[in-house]
């Protein structure tokens, strides 16, 4: 144990370590090259060696982000990454897998797989670059684009609903499910040790800028001006408190979160619904999840949910264990001969 | 009474009867026991699409043939010698494949007026005079058995169940079995209900005794032991036996068996096989659907274990886009496709062989990989291992096509020493040593690099790479060469294989080329042709791209060539576009394998010009 | 208007009409018979004309329902029910359009398909014949099968944590889920009634006995001696109710539900939760979800929810009608001169 | 001043610069222009993957390539003549292929260190002799830009966004190009900012006023307008002109269209262009996956509206399975595969013809449909209504493949009358009159009924199917028939096709065999053999399967057959296998057309034998 520990000491990498010989291909202002940033920031963190992180990606602009990691890598095709991803980690349970898809790859083409490998619980993160289009096919409307919204592929306006993310994956028996966004660093930072600290599936979904084809769509949850009217900072414990003066507050009305006034002296602090990110029902994170951008509520960025359950790879693990133990290690011989065996001489 | 005894060279008996009424069973317990007193058989087994169908429907008729002799057998014959019909649906179906004076045996009880109008006879064939050409034996089987286990006091469905026991106690008579395996088996089988154990012994041995005691059969029959050679033998299914030649290869190899699959008749029985192996370390994935399936084991080759699929045509009709990214990403990975009657749904629980042009051709862009085809079941065993050898040496995805009668019939099969196979040399790249993630070694195959290993790690993806750095590239000109690169890589192959086999003289009149599971039925027509004095060869292509260097002149060594095919005509078309020799087809596609008679026939015709 | 009244009032047909020549070729005892006879006998109460009925199925034992319908139908590929009568559909809104699906067909390789159709709200019906067990292909285990199940493809017992179909449902924002189940075939029809009354996607389970391969997985739920206490019959506006006597009820704590006995007079019935099909928000229908068979609580039977949004074949139609309208009728003549143009002498 | 003014009988000029220096649209206003003063051209676009790559990248370099002239015009130019470089990456890339003594112009203010490196450039070529072979002309075109714009104090990003015209105003000065029509596209494009209107026109005209005062220039260029028919013009590109045949031919027939489409490159802006013709009546699914795609469209055919999926290679990979579904329940589909560079992902913005192969055979099971190729971008117009026409007639998928290069490419379409075209007629069943769901009429095609018709409600599905009852049917025989009524109902399209066109004579040394987009190098080559005196002819199979009967014929009537395409050998191996006859192969896997000189040169060499 501590020469495993006095390996992992040993071990001080930087965020260099992590950066490829690639160069970055993505346009210049594209959120993404803020999600990379932290991406390499925050790995060194781990103690893990370099050479035991696996990054899984599908098809689109966010799933180039692979190349840029100086670690192992597959790039795949177009939805599959959580599937690929299943078999790596199936194959040996010691790596650090990430997953790193977009709207259109998780949602749209690969949304079977997303919904199987959050139910099966591989010990996985998955990062969900969000930015509501197809940003490599040149903007055509995602899963995730709102009603209305015009692009190449909508030039009257999508008649679609669109997901959120975060209720399908809680539909799919999620254990964690949190919420971060590009230009906040600092949180989605601590957004992405909490993925990795879970063990079982983590969906981090990412809220990123797409500058040339869907620019501005976060920009309420950015700008200075709307920011803290808008947005609502999960903490475990903690009451949902948000406003530029800490003014507003959600209480629960039966199952209903209501937006209260906290300035008026009608509701206190107290009043308030506390955040619990270990509730056992994922009720709590499902009404999370329903508030966002497109209702009146303020959007919820944080971890939604973490509760753990026993992973995929350790139940793989463990019934070949048994396996064996019931039935030996495997030995040809004995398999060719099994059944109704007889001699001719 | 004794009773006369004739020897038979061999026989062909086909039990029938209700999806529910045991058939599959019953023929796969003869099949052992004859397998057990030394015969060598092949068998055909034949169930319906449902899981139950309406009892006494005519396409609720589940059948189990088998050929047993004393010779080599090579089909599971043409026609049947006896015909065990439990009701009259499976009397109507399978009449017209009983040789005149051949055996009925028919369970009478299931001749209700009722049964006959689901099988749509007007009067009972057994009444009429239908039915003069054979011998018919009428007994009433169920009554009988019923008879047998009355103290027991078992409900009516428990006694009925047991009425094919009673049937198989008869034919064991009838053809001088042994009944201890059966009832070794039965009582494995049921042990945690030993009245089920008690029952179905009983009803065994009604049925022998049945035989023993009534004047009803004239004579019994005996088959000698085939001329196989000294050795171990068990019966194997070709499913088994892929299951088991794909564990040799890993254990061979040194290497993990990751196997990422989806239900899907025929292919199925493989994935329940490796489940049962875990203790082999072998990790079997369900996954969601095929294209997850394929995926996942895409994955775990890049992680270091072998990678590999089991399904059938539609399945792999949707793994066409994954199975090019492994081509592109040159990882190792096995694809084995249970071909059944397509095309779409088609004809889920039939046999055919028409998935060879996709196998070759069935993906976007250029995407070569090698494909390989087993012959009869236990030839299933040695080609999965050939394919674990391919595709870790030359890192490719590699495809297995065998089909549904491949995989659910079955041979004896001569039980190898695990000794008796070479290791599979894996070398993973450990340390840079100058190479690159797509350097290449004598035989243009790229390092296998696991994820763990400190300083190699890089990025693989379906973006054209560069050659040696493995980089995206898009450069015209490497992609040109990266494209010819591949193909060069598997045509390669060509000089890695065993020549084709050639059964017969190398020049003659005509040279009957096949592939697959025809090989029987090719093999006995030749063998007649042949003992005929007529100048006939048989040439069985086991590699079918890259095809083996010798096929091109002993295709040139024949005036004519003759290409029996369960589809109307794919290999047939690769041999006129690789080598342009004329062929002429000879085309199946009935969902049934070939019997050995149309295949002589057609030798005849061709022989006459 | 009134013709078309006329015409529906003079439509009298009965479930034989519905019956197609074909014979029915489940196993003898199969739960799919007694779901067949149901949507034979109810059918003839919508007034619609028969040619005016598609059924639509994937591959599975369930899926081959429409050969027996006198309906049109379409038996299509493993999976894909969904996709095809979303095109049925979007092709003729006018069709009353029904699909019928499995648990591995809809929710193993059709998942992908099923949270889209549901996230886009064609107004279809869509039954779900949960047998928890994939039943063509001869017993494997499915994404419904319980942690542990033994079966041909899981000899060691299965890994996957279910699914739980209408959270699923409800995650990719379903408006009408319900469960009914193949032994209470009266409940069943007025689930049917239900979901063919509901405009926009319906999503109808259906507990199905499959006896081959899971015989009695529901026995709880449908054998005289259990089934009272084990079963929650829904019904709105009423108080959570069940027990043999009506002895128990489910309160609300917060956002958990408790099981209470109403016998020992601690709780009356008015301190019950009230069911809601209506809540606007999807969490009541949520909280009903969770509660099933592994748990420790009742099984919810009825309409969990059922709250109507714009359906997709009507926004299609709208944006044809308005375009229409701005640009005119569609023109070849119009269309092949677009752009710059230029005449050659 | 005056400047000297020069004819040319055609020009081929490249724009290039970063991705976002807007040069694709720079070239299409240039041949939009060429294209109304009366030139025939061809173009080549030619983008990467990336959607914006980091500014003075190589790999970020985006082109556009136009070939204009007064003769007949087959290809965008093997070399050009004119470079329009904005950056020393657009210079670097592009610099290979314009021809000696060619035109460089190039934006001096960009040549700056940084981007220098990027290039991969020590020392700008600007400046050391490395450019002597050509024409260079140095401009400040930033520079001269803001300058023209000074007075607007608009951002500098804007400013900077307008450069492109002032490049565009200069070329068409150089060229003699009547500005007009650009200038009332500008303002109809930024109609909502004024100021940008006002700042493109400006940049446009300082640019064109660049040339005519400075001396930089010596001479300007004429090219007259082409021999084109007589009639209207409009400038197309393959994909919308797929889009307006699919349209007219479901107005043709009476019909609706159903398009279920997951977008891809190349081929999403036939799914774009679609969306904005709603008021055709026209619905447009842009559905979670290729795979749902199919199945809408299928699901909608069945419906009555006649169903159609658009895609590209990878796309079709996962397509398989739906296809033979298509086949086997018969209904009309139209698949259309903008094919790309291969496998896996590959080259997704360049373009080739790997994926014939794939459309021919990459299903399980016999699954055979018909498969036809456009020549020409505005020859995707005559395949679309071709395939909309077969699908209905013979109640089939039909397959359309295309190509990256005819999809973006251009060239002058005489728009026809919508009255050229013939009616295709839909007969929907809507009485019984003794037909069934399988009836066959004297097409073998089987009756289309619509959902909601009375007293003809049926069931359709992927099971092997009894021929006209349309019932499952499990009967070997009828399996075998049906494959092969399947098959014979698509060969007998045949008999119902144009002849394959030969240019040439119907007898000689050599035949050129072409499909798809390589039509025009192909047959520039053969022009310039023929016009040598050499007994070369051109063929070009626009329908692949099933090929026109003449086909076999015209390929005998040669002493050599050459096949080039953008893949390792597609057509010819199909060639061999269908008619025995020896190819003699050209292939190119570069992401790029042929060159018609790289034809001419083969067909040299395969003269000299
Ligand atoms: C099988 C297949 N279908 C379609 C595509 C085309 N395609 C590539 S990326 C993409 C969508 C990308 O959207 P998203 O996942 O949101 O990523 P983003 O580019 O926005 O980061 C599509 C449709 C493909 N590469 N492969
Ligand atoms: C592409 C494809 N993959 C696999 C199959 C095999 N298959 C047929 S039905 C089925 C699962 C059926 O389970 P379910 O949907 O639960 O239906 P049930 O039979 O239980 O009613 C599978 C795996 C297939 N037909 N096609
Ligand atoms: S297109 Fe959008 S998402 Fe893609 S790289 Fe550019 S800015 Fe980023
Ligand atoms: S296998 Fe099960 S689900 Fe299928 S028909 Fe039989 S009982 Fe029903
Ligand atoms: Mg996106
Ligand atoms: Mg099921």
Redo the contacts between chains.
């Keep these: 144990m501590s020469e495993v520990l006095n390996k992992i000491e040993s071990i001080k990498l930087t965020a260099k370590d992590f950066t490829s010989d690639q160069d970055v291909r993505w346009c210049p202002g594209c959120g993404d090259y803020a999600i990379l940033a932290v991406v390499q920031r925050t790995l060194p963190e781990f103690g893990i060696p370099r050479e035991n992180f696996v990054f899984v990606s599908g098809i689109g602009c966010s799933s180039r982000f692979p190349y840029y990691m100086n670690t192992y890598g597959m790039h795949t095709i177009h939805g599959r990454a959580t599937a690929f991803a299943s078999g790596v980690k199936g194959a040996n349970p010691d790596l650090s897998v990430w997953i790193i898809t977009g709207d259109g790859d998780a949602l749209s083409i690969g949304g079977n797989h997303f919904i199987h490998i959050i139910r099966r619980n591989f010990d996985v993160n998955i990062i969900l670059f969000n930015n509501e289009i197809y940003g490599l096919t040149k903007g055509q409307y995602s899963p995730t684009s709102e009603v209305g919204k015009v692009t190449k592929s909508s030039p009257y306006g999508s008649i679609d609903t669109p997901f959120k993310p975060t209720s399908v994956a809680l539909g799919a028996e999620a254990g964690f499910v949190a919420i971060g966004i590009d230009r906040d660093t600092k949180h989605l930072q601590e957004m992405i040790r909490r993925a990795h600290k879970h063990k079982g599936t983590s969906f981090l979904e990412v809220y990123q800028n797409c500058v040339i084809f869907n620019d501005g769509t976060f920009s309420a949850l950015t700008e200075k001006d709307t920011k803290q009217d808008s947005v609502l900072y999960l903490e475990h414990g903690k009451p949902l408190v948000y406003g530029k003066e800490n003014d507003k507050g959600i209480i629960m009305d039966g199952l209903t979160p209501k937006i209260v006034n906290l300035a008026d002296g009608t509701y206190s602090i107290n009043d308030l619904a506390v955040h619990d990110e270990h509730a056992k029902d994922p009720t709590w994170a499902h009404i999370l999840s329903r508030m966002n951008r497109s209702s009146d509520y303020p959007q919820p960025l944080g971890v939604f949910r973490d509760v753990e359950r026993p992973t995929y790879e350790k139940g793989l693990v463990n019934q070949i264990e048994l396996a064996k133990g019931k039935r030996g290690k495997g030995n040809l011989e004995s398999l060719f001969n099994e059944g109704d065996v007889w001699e001719n001489n | 009474m004794e009773k006369e005894v004739q020897v038979l060279e061999d026989v062909t008996i086909r039990f029938a009867g209700d999806s529910g009424d045991g058939m599959q069973l019953t023929g796969t317990q003869f099949t052992?026991v004859s397998?057990?007193?030394?015969n060598d058989l092949a068998t055909l087994p034949d169930f319906?699409?449902?899981?139950?169908?309406?009892?006494g429907?005519l396409?609720?008729v589940s059948g189990f043939q088998v050929h047993i002799g004393s010779g080599k057998i090579h089909t599971p014959g043409d026609h049947s010698d006896v015909l065990v019909a439990m009701n009259p649906a499976a009397l109507k179906v399978n009449l017209r494949e009983l040789d005149t004076n051949g055996i009925i045996i028919a369970n009478e009880d299931q001749f209700t007026e009722k049964n006959l109008k689901y099988a749509g006879y007007e009067v009972s064939p057994l009444e009429d005079n239908s039915l003069v050409k054979y011998r018919v034996f009428k007994i009433r089987i169920t009554h009988l058995t019923g008879l047998a286990l009355e103290d027991l006091k078992l409900p009516n469905k428990t006694v009925d169940r047991c009425k094919n026991f009673f049937a198989l106690g008869l034919i064991f008579w009838l053809f001088s079995r042994d009944s201890e395996?059966t009832i070794a088996?039965i009582k494995d089988k049921f042990k945690k209900t030993p009245e089920l154990v008690e029952a179905n012994i009983r009803a065994l041995k009604a049925g022998f005794n049945y035989g023993v005691i009534t004047e009803a059969f004239q004579s019994k029959y005996e088959i000698s032991?085939a001329q196989?050679?000294?050795?171990?033998?068990?019966?194997i299914t070709g499913n088994t036996a892929m299951a088991?030649g794909l564990?040799?290869a890993v254990?061979k190899a040194g290497l993990?068996l990751?196997l990422?699959s989806?239900?899907?008749?025929p292919a199925?029985d493989i994935?329940?096989d490796l489940?049962?192996?875990?203790?082999?370390?072998?990790?079997?994935?369900?996954?969601?659907?095929?294209?997850?399936a394929i995926?996942?084991?895409?994955?775990?080759?890049?992680?270091?274990?072998l990678?590999m699929t089991t399904t059938?045509?539609?399945g792999?009709?949707?793994k066409?886009?994954?199975i090019?990214?492994a081509?592109?990403?040159e990882l190792p990975l096995v694809i084995v496709n249970i071909?059944r009657?397509?095309?779409?749904?088609?004809?889920?629980t039939?046999t055919?062989q028409?998935?060879l042009?996709?196998a070759?051709?069935?993906?976007?862009?250029?995407?070569p990989l090698p494909v390989i085809a087993p012959a009869t079941p236990s030839d299933c065993f040695i080609m999965a291992f050939e394919a674990c050898r391919l595709a870790i040496k030359y890192m490719t995805p590699v495809i297995i096509l065998s089909d549904g009668y491949l995989a659910n019939g079955s041979e004896p099969w001569k039980?190898?020493?695990?000794s008796d196979f070479p290791e599979i040399k894996v070398e993973f790249l450990t340390e840079k040593n100058g190479k690159l993630p797509y350097s290449r070694n004598e035989f243009n195959a790229r390092p296998w690099i696991?994820?763990?290993?400190?300083?190699?790690?890089?990025?693989?993806?379906?973006?054209?790479k560069a050659n040696v750095s493995g980089?995206?590239s898009?450069d015209?000109?490497n992609?040109?060469n990266m494209?010819?690169l591949r193909?060069a890589k598997i045509e390669n192959i060509a000089n890695d294989i065993v020549p084709a086999e050639l059964f017969g003289n190398e020049t003659g009149d005509v040279l009957v080329v096949g592939w697959g599971s025809t090989y029987g039925a090719i093999r006995k027509a030749v063998e007649l042709q042949q003992s005929a004095g007529k100048k006939v060869s048989h040439l069985h292509i086991r590699h079918l791209y890259p095809m083996a260097k010798n096929v091109e002149s002993l295709l040139k060594g024949f005036k004519k060539v003759l290409v029996p095919e369960m589809?109307?005509g794919q290999l047939a078309?690769?041999l006129?576009?690789d080598f342009?020799v004329?062929t002429i087809q000879l085309n199946?596609?009935?969902?049934?394998p070939f019997k050995a008679s149309e295949i002589t026939k057609k030798i005849d015709e061709v022989l006459r010009g």
Excluded: C
């Design positions: 052992n397998a057990m007193m030394g319906p699409a449902e899981i139950r169908a309406p009892i429907t396409y609720g395996p088996w032991s196989l050679p000294k050795g171990k033998y068990r019966n088991i564990v040799t254990q993990e990751f990422g989806y239900p899907i008749t199925s994935l329940h489940s049962k192996l875990k203790n082999f370390g072998i990790k079997t994935f369900q996954a969601e659907d095929e294209i997850a995926a996942s084991a895409i994955g775990a080759s890049f992680a270091g274990d990678g059938s045509g539609p792999v009709s949707l066409g886009e994954a090019g990214y081509v592109m990403t071909q009657g397509g095309p779409s749904t088609g004809l889920p039939k055919e028409s998935d042009n996709q070759i051709y069935g993906r976007h862009g250029e995407a039980i190898p020493s695990p696991k994820p763990g290993t400190p300083n190699l790690e890089h990025r693989i993806g379906g973006i054209e980089n995206i898009y015209p000109e992609h040109h494209v010819y193909k589809n109307t078309s690769l006129r576009s342009l004329p199946k596609v009935y969902g049934q």
